[in-house]
């Protein structure tokens, strides 16, 4: 209610007895949505400092103010030298209204959703806004509110006194009793006993009625005091609730990825434990060596794992030692993967029962219920709201290496080329593809000033002929230019580029990094 038209009304003949005869000194802003009046009677300041942001807005008296020496602006030149008169509340209205001896006049609307100053020198003169985009508060006059339909509260109640009444009540009271339960609350009002900053609805407000969790009762006959009180505490609250709202979002977050991310393990770690490994088909092939006839595409054995009979497809240009090796090798990469499956698991629950922890801390420990105590225990735990800290790491989605402290990446399949081409590389990391063939796109990622050394070079290049068509060429002759002469034709399928400037180096396929794909 420190808007609100009943305790505006206590407030402006407060300030009238306070400032009459004093003079405007500075009138300025310093930051967005802030216009500070500064005044004084040759012996003594008072400040004023109305905040007009949407969200908050407010007529705030500190008691001191300090100028900063930068960022800040003269505004309404006009309004200096100027001698207050009188402070009145408009009628059954949400603003306040400044009269100066020469008829100039300050208008300071704290409606919520659009709140303004308007400084007119005099009563017919043009109107200067603070919020200038709000130009019809060039034409804002005073009006008397109509009177309330039968049954229905009188709308300078607003929302607080409205829920006094509806909880005393009101609602369900015959009409002479709602009458009176009104006039009751009227008589509160207008010469209220105290003011009271409660809690209510997760907000911190300022109350003329007892409602919600009491924080503090202050006398009713100082409603500068009361303003003094509520506007630092109010902010200060805000803060906190803003905070605590942003850091119960962050934990919810990752909580909720890293299960995610430990279900999806356990799902591939599932499939792989239920299918027929690359080393059991090679025990397959190398045990029925000799009944494979040359240039088979497929052969049908006794898998002596199951009894049952086993269908093998094979690569009719390709001898089927080489096929049993290359899925040995596969073998070999899939059971590191399954341990790396399974280390990914237990991180990711940890890291899921951890940001649950505390969440649960949030509601338990006392010292959160201040934002100096949050804000040490955020830094504590690593959840300053910092780019590095408020973003969990992501993993990327292409297969990672690293060689010589430069990242490889590669691509997996024509639309994650894509991807990793035209979203993830920069203009000047180096971009690789085997020539002439299909196959993954490679990106070597760059770094400032450090040209990336040949040996790099040449593992991406066997990288990019091993993934590719030219897996098993003794030779494959593979594309490298920078990322910024490659660029994809408008209608082209996924993974086809054009590439406007490049050098071919010759290497031998292969994987020469000897550990398993990254996830």
């Known amino acids: 209610m420190h808007t609100n038209y009943y305790f505006l009304r206590q407030l402006a003949p407060a300030l009238t007895e306070r400032l009459r005869g004093y003079r405007v000194a500075v009138c300025f802003s310093q930051e967005k949505d802030e216009l500070v009046v500064g005044l004084t009677n040759g012996a003594q300041e008072f400040w004023l400092k109305a905040q007009l942001g949407a969200n908050f807005p407010a007529l705030a008296l500190p008691e001191t103010f300090q100028r900063a020496r930068s960022n800040s602006v003269d505004l309404f030149p006009d309004l200096l030298g100027e001698q207050v008169e009188t402070i009145v509340p408009w009628p059954h209205d949400r603003v306040l209204q400044v009269n100066f001896r020469s008829g100039a006049r300050l208008i300071l609307k704290l409606y919520g959703p659009r709140p303004n100053a308007i400084f007119r020198t005099g009563p017919d003169a043009q109107a200067q806004l603070f919020q200038q985009k709000l130009v019809a508060d060039a034409d804002l006059r005073p ?202 698991i237990a991180r990711r629950e940890a890291e899921a029962f951890t940001a649950l922890e505390r969440l649960e801390e949030m509601d338990t420990v006392p010292s959160l219920g201040e934002l ?6 955020r830094k504590q735990h690593g959840l300053d709201p910092t780019p590095a800290a408020a973003k969990a790491p992501t993993e990327l989605p292409f297969k990672v290496f690293e060689d010589r402290g430069f990242t490889i990446l590669v691509g997996r399949n024509a639309v994650n080329n894509d991807l990793l081409t035209q979203k993830y590389a920069h203009k000047d990391d180096l971009w690789l593809h085997a020539k002439d063939v299909t196959g993954s796109h490679v990106v070597i990622r760059h770094k400032a000033g450090q040209p990336v050394p040949e040996p790099v070079v040449e593992h991406a290049a066997q990288l990019a002929g091993w993934y590719s068509r ?35 180096v010759l290497v031998k396929p292969g994987n020469p990094f000897d550990v398993p794909d990254r996830l």
């Open 143 to 344: 009006q008397e509110a109509p009177a309330p339909a039968a049954g229905k509260l009188p709308p300078p109640l607003a929302d607080l006194p409205a829920r006094y009444l509806r909880q005393n009540g009101y609602d369900a009271a015959p009409p002479e009793t709602k009458t009176r339960l009104v006039h009751q609350v009227l008589a509160q009002l207008e010469k209220p006993a105290h003011y009271y900053l409660i809690q209510l609805d997760g907000r911190t407000r300022l109350s003329l009625l007892p409602l919600g969790d009491i924080l503090e009762t202050l006398p009713g006959n100082d409603p500068i005091g009361a303003l003094r009180r509520f506007v630092p505490m109010a902010l200060g609250r805000r803060a906190l609730e803003m905070e605590t709202k942003q850091l119960r979002q962050l934990l919810e977050r990752r909580a909720d990825e890293a299960t995610t991310a430990a279900a999806h393990a356990r799902q591939r770690l599932h499939a792989l434990a239920n299918e027929a490994g690359y080393r059991h088909t090679a025990d397959l092939i190398m045990a029925h060596l000799h009944e494979i006839p040359a240039g088979a595409a497929q052969v049908e054995v006794l898998d002596f794992y199951t009894n049952q009979p086993k269908v093998i497809k094979l690569k009719p240009t390709e001898k089927p030692q080489r096929t049993a090796e290359n899925l040995y090798r596969k073998g070999k990469n899939q059971q590191i993967e399954e341990r790396q499956l399974a280390e990914r």
């Open 470 to 504: 030219r897996q098993h060429d003794s030779l494959c002759p593979v594309t490298v230019t920078p990322k910024k002469f490659v660029r994809k034709p408008k209608g082209a399928l996924p993974g086809q580029v054009v590439v406007e400037r490049e050098r071919v």
């Open 372 to 377: 100096r105590g949050l804000r040490a225990w």
